[in-house]
C-alpha cells in the first residue's frame, strides 16, 4: 500500500545515494530541467530540514574556487547534513518573525540571494482543503521575502507595517524563485501573481513526489 | 459555418454530487409548524435541505462553483408574513461568503413545504478563508429588528465586520497574536459581547474578543482585539472548537485523539478530557447535558458534562465522520462523514442516562423492557451452583412473549412473558432417564397469531442419544404437550443437533453427530387421529466427505436438494429425491454421499446459517451466514449439478453473523430492508444491511452463552433477545404494536464510497444482448456506474436522469485484502477469432453455467497488491415466489426484489511469491539489458533490481485494460487483460471462461517508467477481395507512461496464439468453480485442503478415469498436471509452452508526449478517412502531468491486394501483412490549469478534467484539431477519473470521480 512512511524507489535510491531525504530528487529535477543554480549563485533555503535540497544546492554551486553560498533556514534545528562543505550553513529561525534585513546580511555583500527555494510545509493534518490554504498562506510569506512588499501591488498583503514595508525584498533581479505549493485553487492565484513579476513561471510536479501527495512547486525563473 | 452555428447550442449542466458532506446546520421553524427542525445540509457546492420528519429531501441548491460549502449560519429571527417565512442564510467556503434569504413557505390547505432560495447578496472575495461568521445586533438597534451586521472570523485570526443594510465591509478587527488557525469560532449577539475562539497550529486556543474604543457608534467607532484567555492543553493540532450556548463553556477537539472541555468564566478554567476516540476527532457539539464528538475512526461518541462517555454510534464508513450536529429540543442527533452518508439519531434522555433509542415520538411511552428471571426450580437450591444444578441449555423464542427453554435436567419448559413484567414458566416434559438435554430446535405450527391456539413442533436431542419429539398444543395461558415421542437417534453423546426444515415440514426432522453424519427421520402417523404415538423410521442416513459436525441444514423440495453448514465453513448439498420422502426406510449400513459441496465457504468459520430461495425452475439461491463475519450467496443449478459462487457481502461491524432476514414491505413509504443479526465480540448487534445502520446493541458477553432473539415485521422496533447469564435468564424486548411514521436511525443521504475514489466506468448495458423491452426502458433512463475506491471497495451506483439525482449505491465486493481498486473497466464487446485446429474436442454438447454465454459483459478491477478481480454482469436477481426461511425466527417471508443490474464476483488473481527459477531467468535478461549501458548505470540497475526482490509488496496495478476474444466453433471465451504494475512491467493476462482460470500471456517489454494509463484499441482489417478469412482483427496495445512517452504494442499474434493453444488443450480438467475472495479473518482456511484434494482427485481420476476437479490457479500448477500426462503430452506438443510467457516490443513509441506522466489516454474511432490508403483511421487522446492534451492519430494499412490467394495464407500465416501509421496531431500545452486527470473522446468531443476542477469539452475538427467548447465548474475535489456515456445523438453523460462523484450533462 502506497502512502506516507513506505518505503520506495526514491527512498532507497536516496540512502544509496547517500542524501539524507527523498525530496533530494525533486531539486535534482528542477536543476536538471532548468538549471536554476549555477556555479557562485548565492542560495537561500527556506524550511530546509532535514537538509536534503541544501546537499544538492551544495553539488550545483560546483567547486569549492567558484564560490558561493546556501544558507538554509528552518524552525527546527538543522545540522549540516554530510557530502556539504563549509559554503553551507543553517539558521534555525521561524522565517515568518526574522527580519528581512538579517536575511539579506546573510547574503554575499548583502545583495541579496540568486536562488530562493521555499520547501516550506507545516504538519499536514489531512485535511487537504486546509492544508492547502495553509501552504498557501506559507508560499505567500515566501513571495512576499523574496520579491517584497511594493512587487506584489496587485493583491492584498498583510505584511507587518513599520520600516520594512518599502524595502525590496531579498531575491536579486534576474534570481529565480521556487515554491512548494500544495495543488488547489489557491495556487493558481500565484501563477497569477508571478508571471507579470518573473520573466518565466512554470509549474512542475516532480517525479520523485509521492502519488498520494498534490505538491506542485512553482519554478519562477528571471526576476524582473 | 454552419457547423458551427449548431455546435454553439451544446452546452454543460453540472448534475448532482455524491460526495463528502462538509456542512450541517438546522433551521428552526416556529414550534407551532415544525416541533421538529429541517436539516441544512453542505456537500460539495451545494445546499440539501431535509425533513427530518419523513428523511426526505426537499430541495437542493447550488449554492457555489467548485468551492465546497464548509459552513452554514442561519439566522435566528426572521421575517414572518402570512404563510411565509423569510430567512437570512449564510454559507462559507474557502474565501468566499454569500448571504441568502431563505423563504419558507407553507400551502395552508395542504400542510406542504416549499422553500426557495434567493441570493441576497455576495459578499467580496476575502484575503484569507473564512472559519466562521456570527449574525450580530446593533448595539442601537432593537430586539425586534433583524440583524444588521455579520462578523466573519477569518484563517488569520481577525475578524471583519460585514454590515448587511449598507451592504459594505464596515471595519476589521486584528487580533494581536497573528498566526495561522486550524479553526475559529464566534460566540455572542453584539460586538460589545462577541467571543472569538481560535485555535492555532501550536495548539493552543486563544479568547479573545473586541473593545471599543470610540463611543458606541459603528460608523466611527474603533474597535481593537482584547485579549481574554490561552488556552493550553492539546497535543495536536485543534480541529474543532464549539462555544456553549450561554458562552461559559468551549469544547474543542484535537488531534490528540481528545476532546477537552473549558470553563471560560469560572477560576478553574481546565476542564475535563473526553478520551475514548482512536484517532482524530473532526467535530464537536455541546448542549445543556450532552457533548457529541465525531472523529476519523468513523465513530459518533455522545459524552455528558462531566466527561464520561455514554454512547458510540459507529454506522459510517471510509476516512470518518466530517460533522454532527445535536438539536437538544427534539433530541435529534445528525451525523455526516466522508461516505456522503447523512444519519439521524434520537438520543433519548433519561436524566443523566442517555441510550440510543428507536422512539419515535417523545412522549409516546418507552417500550424497552427488561426481564429477568430464573428457572422456576433454581429457588430451591439457595447455595453455590454445583454439578447437579440445573441450569440452561438451549432458548429459543417461538414468538415475542413465548420462550422454550431446555435445561441439563431434561426439562422443557415453557416461559411466557407477562405484561406485568413477571414470566409466566410451564413445564412441558421431562425426559424419563433425565438426559441432559444437549440441543433442541422450535418449528411454529401455521396461523399461531390468528387463532391463538398453540401448535408447536420441539425437537430435543439429550446426552443419551434419545431424540424426543415434542408437540405443544393448548392456547397461549395453558400450554401443554400433546405428543411425546422418543427413540434412541444415535450412540451416547452423539446426538448433537436436531434441525427441523421450514420446508418439509414436522413430519421431517434431522439429526446430526459430532462426524458429520446427517440423519432423516420421518414420523409418520394420521395428523388427525387422537393416537399420542407415532411411528419413527430413518430415511435415509447422509455423511459429508468433511467430517466436521454439522451446524445448520435447510432443504428444498422443488429442488430436490438439502444443504448442510458445518463447523469448518464447509457447505455440503445432498440429493433428496422425492422418492426417499415417500419411500420406505432404507438400510442403515448405506451412506448417502454428498451431491456437491464448496469447501471452505467461510474460511474455517462456521457456517451459522442457511437458506435456499428458488431462482427460477432450474436454479436455486443458497444464502449463508457465517461466523468470519460474511454473507455468502451460491446459486444451485439442479440439471447441471454445479454451486457457483455468486457473491459476498462482508459485515465489518459484526464478528459473527447469526443469519439474515429480508424484511416485508411494509407500506409505500418504508423501503424494502435486510438485516443481520450477529455479534460483535461480546454484544449482539441487529443490522440494518439496506441502510447500513445499527438497529440495536445489547452486551450479553458473546456468542457462546445459550441466546435467541426475535424479530417482528419491522426490526427497527419489534425485536427480542434474550441470553444467561450466571444463571440468570435476560431478555430484552423491544415491541411497538401498531404503525409509526418515524424510524430512527434515518438514512437521508446516499451512502458512497468512504475514501478517495481511483477509477469509474459506465456500465454499457446493450439492449439487443438479451434484456427484454422493459429493462431496455429502464436502461434508458438511468446509468449504472462502477467505481473503485483506497479502500479496495467496488461499487455499482445507479443515476437516475429523469430525476436528475443518484438513487442507489450498493456495494459489489472488496479487493482481497482491502488493497485499493486503481482501474475498473467494463468489457462487453466480443470479438470472433477464426481456429485452424484440426481436432477441436466436441464441446457442443455442454452447457455452461454462465448466463448469456453469446456475449458475457464482464468488469475488470485492479489494484494495490497486484490484485485483478473480474466480475460477471448478470440480469439481475428475479426472486420470485422466492422464500426465505430464519431457522431462529421461523419466519416464512415472501420477497419479491427485481435488481437490474448487479455482478457476481467471478475470479480474483494474486500473484505468487516468487519462485527462485524466475530470479535466476530474469537475471541474464537483465544483464543483457545492461550490456548497452555504461558500467554506473549498470551499477545502479544492479543494485535497483537486487532490492526490488525485497519488496515486492509496494508494487500495484496502476492501469488494466481488456478485451474478450471468442474462438468460432467453441465454447471458450477468454478475456485478455493488460495490467500495468507500478515496478515498470507490463503484462498480458487471460482469464478463460467459464472455467475461471489466469494464465499469463505474455510480458511486454519493459520500458524504462511505470505505466500510469493503457488502453487498447481492435481493428478489423481489410479482408482481401479473395480470401477466406472472415475474421481478423489487430490486437493493440497503447500505454502512457510516468516519463511522458506512449507507447504501442502489437499483441495480435500472441493472442491468437493463445487461443489456439488453449483450444487445442482439455480445458475442462482444470475446472474449478469453488473460488470466493478472501475477506480477512477466518476466510483465509480451507484452501490448505484444495491440494489434498488435488491429489485425491488426480489418483482417483487415475484411477478410475473419471474427471475430478483440480483447484489450479497457478500455470506451473498447470505444467504438473500436464507432466502428470505423458499420453497427452505427447499428442499435444503446443502443451509444454503454455505456461510460458512470450516477450513483445513496442512497434511504435511517442517520446516526449508529455513533460511528465501520461495519466489518462482514451482511443476512439475517427471520421476522417487517412490521406492514403484504406481502412479505419483511430484517434488517442492523452492528458498528462503537465496540463496538456495530445492527440494522435493512427490507421492501419494493408499490403496490397493484388496477391494470389494461396500466397495471401501463406502471408497471413507467416509475417504480417500490415502496418500502422501514427500521424502525431499535436495537441494544447495549458488545456488545464493543473494535472489532468481524465479524458474521454470519440468521433466528435473530447471531455477533459484535471485537479483544477474543471471539465472541459473540447471539439474535434476533422484534422485533429482540438478547440475547447465549454467548461464548467465541478464539485469533484482531486479529480481521478473521468468517464462519458452518450445517450443519443445529441446527449452526452459525462461521470468524475474523485473525493465523492458528480454527473455532468452536455447536450446540444
Known amino acids: ?224 | 459555418m454552419a457547423e458551427e452555428n449548431s455546435r454553439r447550442k451544446w452546452n454543460p449542466h453540472a448534475g448532482p454530487y455524491l460526495g463528502e458532506v462538509s456542512s450541517l446546520a438546522f433551521l428552526n421553524l416556529p414550534q407551532h409548524v415544525s416541533s421538529i427542525p429541517y436539516l441544512l445540509a453542505g456537500s460539495g457546492s451545494e445546499i440539501l435541505l431535509y425533513d427530518l420528519s419523513s428523511g426526505e429531501l426537499i430541495r437542493s441548491f447550488q449554492v457555489f462553483e467548485g468551492v465546497r460549502v464548509h459552513g452554514t449560519v442561519c439566522s435566528k429571527s426572521f421575517v414572518h408574513s402570512a404563510e411565509r417565512y423569510t430567512y437570512k442564510l449564510v454559507i462559507f467556503g474557502e474565501k468566499k461568503v454569500k448571504i441568502f434569504s431563505l423563504i419558507v413557505e407553507l400551502a395552508s390547505s395542504s400542510g406542504e413545504i416549499s422553500v426557495n432560495l434567493e441570493n441576497f447578496e455576495s459578499l467580496p472575495r476575502l484575503s484569507n478563508w473564512v472559519f466562521d461568521v456570527c449574525f450580530l445586533q446593533d448595539s442601537t438597534g432593537s430586539l425586534e429588528e433583524e440583524d444588521k451586521l455579520l462578523a466573519i472570523g477569518c484563517s488569520d485570526n481577525s475578524l471583519s465586520i460585514w454590515d448587511v443594510k449598507e451592504s459594505r465591509m464596515a471595519f476589521e478587527i486584528q487580533s494581536p497574536e497573528r498566526c495561522l488557525l486550524y479553526t475559529m469560532r464566534l460566540w455572542g449577539d453584539s460586538i460589545s459581547t462577541l467571543r472569538i475562539a481560535s485555535g492555532t497550529i501550536f495548539n493552543e486556543i486563544i479568547v479573545w474578543r473586541a473593545v471599543g474604543l470610540d463611543g458606541d457608534n459603528v460608523d466611527h467607532g474603533h474597535y481593537s482585539a482584547s485579549h481574554m484567555l490561552r488556552l493550553t492543553g492539546h497535543e495536536g493540532s485543534i480541529f474543532r472548537i464549539v462555544w456553549s450556548l450561554d458562552g461559559s463553556k468551549i469544547v474543542s477537539v484535537s488531534d490528540d485523539r481528545s476532546a477537552r472541555i473549558w470553563e471560560i468564566d469560572s477560576q478553574e478554567v481546565v476542564g475535563p478530557v473526553l478520551f475514548g476516540h482512536s484517532v482524530r476527532v473532526w467535530d464537536c457539539c455541546i448542549s445543556d447535558s450532552l457533548i457529541v464528538t465525531a472523529g476519523e475512526d468513523c465513530t459518533c461518541r455522545v459524552w455528558g458534562v462531566d466527561g464520561t462517555q455514554l454512547e458510540v454510534i459507529k454506522e459510517h464508513i471510509g476516512r470518518g465522520i466530517w460533522r454532527c450536529l445535536y438539536d437538544p429540543n427534539s433530541s435529534l442527533l445528525v451525523t455526516a462523514g466522508f461516505d456522503s452518508a447523512i444519519k439521524v439519531h434520537q438520543l433519548h434522555n433519561r436524566g443523566s442516562e442517555t441510550s440510543l433509542d428507536a422512539v419515535g415520538v417523545l412522549n409516546s411511552p418507552d417500550k424497552l423492557e427488561y426481564f429477568s428471571t430464573c428457572l422456576p426450580n433454581s429457588t430451591k437450591h439457595t447455595g453455590l451452583t454445583d454439578s447437579k444444578s440445573e441450569y440452561v441449555r438451549c432458548l429459543q423464542f417461538t414468538q415475542e412473549d413465548t420462550i422454550y427453554v431446555a435445561t441439563n435436567h431434561g426439562c422443557l419448559y415453557h416461559a411466557r412473558l407477562l405484561s406485568s413484567g413477571n414470566v409466566r414458566w410451564t413445564e412441558l416434559v421431562r425426559i424419563p432417564e433425565e438426559g441432559p438435554i444437549i440441543t433442541m430446535d422450535v418449528m411454529s405450527g401455521g396461523k399461531v397469531r390468528e387463532s391463538c391456539a398453540l401448535d408447536d413442533w420441539v425437537a430435543l436431542g439429550d446426552g443419551k442419544g434419545n431424540m424426543t419429539i415434542v408437540r405443544v398444543i393448548g392456547d397461549m395461558y395453558n400450554p401443554h404437550a400433546g405428543l411425546n415421542q422418543s427413540w434412541k437417534a444415535s450412540p451416547e453423546r452423539q446426538l448433537l443437533g436436531a434441525f427441523w426444515c421450514k420446508s418439509l415440514g414436522y413430519r421431517f426432522v434431522f439429526s446430526c453427530n459430532p462426524r458429520g453424519l446427517l440423519k432423516l427421520w420421518k414420523l409418520s402417523g394420521s395428523l388427525e387421529s387422537a393416537a399420542e404415538t407415532y411411528d419413527v423410521s430413518l430415511l435415509a442416513e447422509f455423511s459429508s466427505g468433511f467430517g466436521k459436525r454439522i451446524m445448520c441444514v435447510d432443504a428444498s423440495v422443488e429442488d430436490e436438494v438439502i444443504l448442510c453448514g458445518d463447523l469448518r465453513g464447509n457447505i455440503t448439498l445432498f440429493p433428496l429425491t422425492k422418492d426417499m420422502l415417500h419411500g420406505v426406510s432404507v438400510s442403515s449400513e448405506l451412506k448417502i454421499p454428498s451431491l456437491k459441496y464448496f469447501k471452505g465457504a467461510h474460511g474455517i468459520s462456521t457456517v451459522s446459517s442457511l437458506s435456499v430461495a428458488r431462482l427460477t425452475s432450474n436454479k436455486a439461491e443458497i444464502c449463508s451466514t457465517g461466523a468470519d463475519g460474511c454473507i455468502c450467496y451460491f446459486e444451485y443449478d439442479r440439471e447441471m449439478q454445479t454451486l457457483e459462487f455468486m457473491g459476498l457481502k462482508q459485515l465489518k461491524e459484526l464478528n459473527l453473523v447469526q443469519s439474515v432476514c429480508q424484511g416485508v414491505q411494509f407500506s409505500e413509504d418504508h423501503p424494502n430492508n435486510d438485516y443481520a443479526a450477529g455479534f460483535a465480540s461480546t454484544d449482539f448487534i441487529l443490522w440494518n444491511l439496506t441502510a447500513e445502520t445499527k438497529v440495536t446493541q445489547i452486551s450479553c458477553g458473546g456468542w457462546r452463552r445459550p441466546h435467541s432473539f426475535y424479530l417482528g415485521e419491522i426490526p427497527e422496533w419489534q425485536n427480542c433477545f434474550a441470553y444467561v447469564k450466571d444463571d440468570v435468564i435476560h431478555i430484552h424486548r423491544h415491541w411497538v404494536g401498531g404503525q409509526k411514521t418515524k424510524v430512527f436511525p434515518l438514512n437521508l443521504h446516499t451512502q458512497f464510497h468512504g475514501r478517495e475514489l481511483h477509477s469509474l466506468c459506465f456500465i454499457s448495458t446493450d439492449t439487443k444482448a438479451g434484456f427484454d423491452s422493459e429493462e431496455s426502458k429502464i436502461s434508458d433512463r438511468s446509468s449504472w456506474i462502477a467505481t473503485g475506491c483506497e479502500d479496495g471497495s467496488v461499487r455499482l451506483s445507479r443515476y437516475a436522469s429523469e430525476f436528475g439525482n443518484w438513487s442507489t449505491s450498493e456495494l459489489l465486493g472488496e479487493h482481497v485484502g482491502g488493497s485499493a481498486v486503481r482501474s475498473v473497466c467494463c468489457v462487453s464487446n466480443m470479438h470472433m477469432m477464426s481456429s485452424d485446429v484440426p481436432n477441436l474436442p466436441d464441446m457442443c454438447d455442454q452447457d455452461y453455467a454462465v448466463d448469456d454465454c453469446e456475449s458475457p459483459r464482464l468488469l475488470i478491477s485492479v489494484g494495490a497488491k497486484r490484485v485483478v478481480t473480474s466480475w460477471l454482469l448478470r440480469n439481475g436477481r428475479h426472486k420470485k415466489k422466492g422464500e426465505s426461511c430464519i431457522s431462529d425466527n421461523g419466519h416464512n417471508r415472501a420477497s419479491s426484489e427485481v435488481s437490474p443490474v448487479t455482478f457476481q464476483w467471478l475470479a480474483t488473481d494474486m500473484p505468487t511469491k516468487y519462485r527462485p527459477c524466475g530470479k535466476i531467468e530474469k537475471s541474464p535478461k537483465l544483464e543483457g539489458v545492461e550490456e548497452d549501458t555504461s558500467a554506473n548505470v549498470t551499477k545502479l540497475g544492479s543494485n535497483t533490481y537486487n532490492e526490488r526482490e525485497n519488496y515486492e509488496d509496494d508494487w500495484r496495478y496502476m492501469a488494466a485494460t481488456a478485451f474478450l476474444v471468442k474462438c468460432v466453433g467453441s465454447r471458450l471465451t477468454i478475456c485478455f487483460i493488460a495490467v500495468a504494475c507500478s515496478d515498470a512491467t507490463l503484462t498480458l493476462r487471460a482469464l478463460v471462461l467459464p472455467h475461471r482460470l489466469w494464465f499469463d500471456v505474455a510480458s511486454l517489454v519493459p520500458l524504462k517508467s511505470p505505466v500510469l494509463s493503457l488502453q487498447h484499441a481492435v481493428v478489423p482489417l481489410d479482408p482481401p477481395h479473395e480470401g477466406n478469412t472472415p475474421y481478423s482483427d489487430v490486437y493493440l496495445l497503447i500505454s502512457g507512461a510516468t516519463d511522458g512517452s506512449i507507447g504501442f504494442w502489437d499483441v495480435t499474434k500472441c493472442v491468437e496464439a493463445f487461443v489456439k493453444q488453449v483450444s487445442s488443450i482439455h480445458i475442462e480438467k482444470y475446472i474449478d468453480c469453488q473460488l470466493r475472495p478472501r475477506t480477512g479473518r477466518g476466510s483465509q482456511g480451507g484452501r490448505k485442503w484444495k491440494l489434498l484434494g488435488s491429489k485425491i482427485s488426480k489418483r482417483a481420476q487415475e484411477n478410475s478415469n473419471s474427471v475430478g476437479e483440480a483447484a489450479e490457479e497457478d500455470p506451473a500448477s498447470s505444467l504438473e498436471l500436464t507432466n502428470d500426462h505423458p499420453q497427452e503430452n505427447g499428442k499435444n506438443e503446443d502443451a509444454d509452452s503454455l505456461p510460458e510467457t512470450s516477450e513483445i516490443k513496442t512497434s511504435h513509441v511517442v517520446k516526449n508526449a508529455h513533460q511528465s506522466g501520461v495519466n489518462c489516454l482514451h482511443v476512439s474511432r475517427s471520421n476522417s478517412s487517412p490521406s492514403y490508403g484504406n481502412g479505419l483511421m483511430f484517434n488517442v487522446i492523452s492528458g498528462g502531468d503537465d496540463q496538456a492534451l495530445h492527440c494522435l492519430s493512427f490507421n492501419i494499412l494493408s499490403s496490397s491486394n493484388n496477391r494470389a490467394t494461396i500466397s495471401e495464407i501463406m502471408d497471413l500465416n507467416q509475417t504480417p501483412s500490415y502496418r500502422i501509421m501514427l500521424t502525431d496531431r499535436g495537441g494544447i500545452a495549458s488545456a488545464h490549469s493543473s494535472a489532468i486527470k481524465g479524458v474521454w473522446m470519440d468521433t466528435n468531443w473530447v471531455f477533459s478534467t484535471g485537479l483544477d476542477q474543471r471539465v472541459r469539452c473540447w471539439f474535434l475538427e476533422k484534422d485533429g484539431k482540438l478547440i475547447e467548447h465549454a467548461h464548467i465548474v465541478i464539485s469533484v475535489p482531486e479529480p481521478e477519473a473521468l468517464d462519458a456515456k452518450a445517450i443519443d445523438e445529441n446527449r452526452y453523460q459525462i461521470a468524475v470521480a474523485g473525493r465523492g462523484i458528480q454527473m455532468v450533462e452536455f447536450s446540444g
Open chain 1, 1 to 224: 500500500m502506497s502512502g506516507a512512511g513506505v518505503p520506495d524507489f526514491f527512498y532507497r535510491e536516496a540512502q544509496r545515494l547517500g542524501y539524507v531525504a527523498r525530496s533530494a530528487f525533486k531539486l535534482l529535477q528542477i536543476q536538471k530541467q532548468y538549471k536554476l543554480i549555477k556555479p557562485g549563485s548565492s542560495v537561500l533555503d527556506l524550511g530546509c530540514a532535514p537538509g536534503a535540497w541544501l546537499q544538492v544546492a551544495c553539488q550545483s554551486l560546483g567547486p569549492l574556487r567558484s564560490g558561493g553560498i546556501v544558507v538554509g533556514m528552518d524552525i527546527k534545528k538543522v545540522k549540516v547534513p554530510p557530502q556539504c562543505d563549509s559554503r553551507v550553513q543553517t539558521i534555525a529561525a521561524d522565517v515568518l518573525n526574522f527580519p528581512r534585513q538579517k536575511i539579506r546580511e546573510l547574503s554575499p555583500q548583502q545583495l541579496g540571494f540568486s536562488v530562493i527555494l521555499s520547501d516550506m510545509c507545516h504538519s499536514v493534518s489531512g485535511i487537504t482543503t486546509r492544508d492547502a490554504a495553509l501552504s498557501a498562506e506559507l508560499g505567500m510569506r515566501a513571495l512576499d521575502l523574496a520579491v517584497g512588499q511594493a512587487a506584489i501591488s496587485q493583491s492584498p498583503n498583510d505584511d507587518d507595517g513599520g520600516p520594512n514595508e518599502s524595502r525590496p525584498g531579498v531575491l536579486r533581479h534576474g534570481g529565480h524563485l521556487v515554491i512548494k505549493l500544495l495543488e488547489s485553487e489557491d495556487a493558481q492565484d500565484f501563477a497569477r501573481i508571478c508571471k507579470p513579476i518573473f520573466n518565466k513561471a512554470s509549474w512542475l510536479r516532480p517525479k520523485a513526489t509521492r502519488p498520494s501527495s498534490r505538491e506542485i512547486y512553482l519554478i519562477c525563473q528571471g526576476f524582473r
